[in-house]
């Protein structure tokens, strides 16, 4: 079955830099995504990345690629407060869709 | 507004009672997807439109579940015979073609309680 991976809690402090992780099922996976959910809020994409890409920066979010491992990273420098939220790492349900298989996503705690 | 909409943000029902979401996409948005988001995991794929038809049901559970989109933008989402397990917050997300990399717009959700 289609599973896509992600750890469940991280907490670091404001100023740290947060990396989350995410191991996807499809390594044809065209596109891969990040989204963000903050609380009674919906979700929003954070970035995205193209799979033949190793590395997207945009501003504070840098996210990784490894297309051999099936592994995606979201780093985010100089965290903040505001970044508190859950975020989901996503692909592309099948190639004859566009529909999204989540992970069940990340929750990112940041201290002051 | 220029988002996704959706109502009613909340909605408590009795089991075994029929409900309808609905769910108004961004303007001139041709793709349509309804996912739905249990507590502690992320959005499961539902159904997804482009235009009038449904492209792809496959996330659909059972046929007590049912989606509409007449007119090619308003979609209301049926569920008959309620159950305690459908309790969940029902998402509903748009793109301008439903194309590999367009970007899917979110509502904030509907939340279903079933007692």
């Known amino acids: 079955g289609e599973d896509v991976e992600q750890s469940l809690f991280l907490s670091v402090r404001e100023g740290d830099s947060s990396v989350i992780n995410c191991t996807y099922t499809?390594?044809?996976?065209?596109?891969l995504y990040w989204y963000k959910q903050e609380p009674g809020a919906g979700l929003q994409l954070l970035t995205y990345i193209f799979s033949n890409m190793d590395m997207k920066q945009d501003q504070r979010l840098t996210v990784l690629l490894n297309k051999k491992d099936k592994h995606l990273s979201l780093r985010i420098a100089d965290t903040q407060t505001g970044d508190s939220a859950i975020y989901f790492c996503a692909e592309i349900m099948n190639q004859a869709g566009t529909a999204l298989i989540f992970g069940k996503g990340t929750t990112l705690s940041v201290s002051s | 507004g220029a988002g996704v909409s959706q109502t009613p943000s909340n909605k408590v029902t009795e089991k075994g009672k029929y409900v309808e979401l609905r769910c108004d996409p961004i303007?001139?948005?041709?793709?349509l997807y309804w996912y739905r988001q249990s507590l502690g995991q992320g959005p499961e794929f539902l159904i997804y439109f482009q235009g009038t038809g449904a492209a792809d049901d496959s996330g659909l559970p059972n046929d007590r579940f049912f989606a509409v989109r007449p007119e090619g933008s308003v979609s209301t989402l049926k569920i008959q015979r309620t159950e305690r397990g459908d309790s969940a917050v029902y998402l509903c997300?748009?793109?301008?073609?439903?194309?590999?990399?367009?970007?899917?717009?979110f509502g904030p959700g509907t939340r279903l309680t079933v007692l």
């Open positions: 997300a748009s793109s301008v073609q439903g194309r590999l990399g367009n970007e899917q717009f």
């Open positions: 303007s001139g948005h041709t793709a």
């Open positions: 499809d390594s044809s996976s065209t596109y």
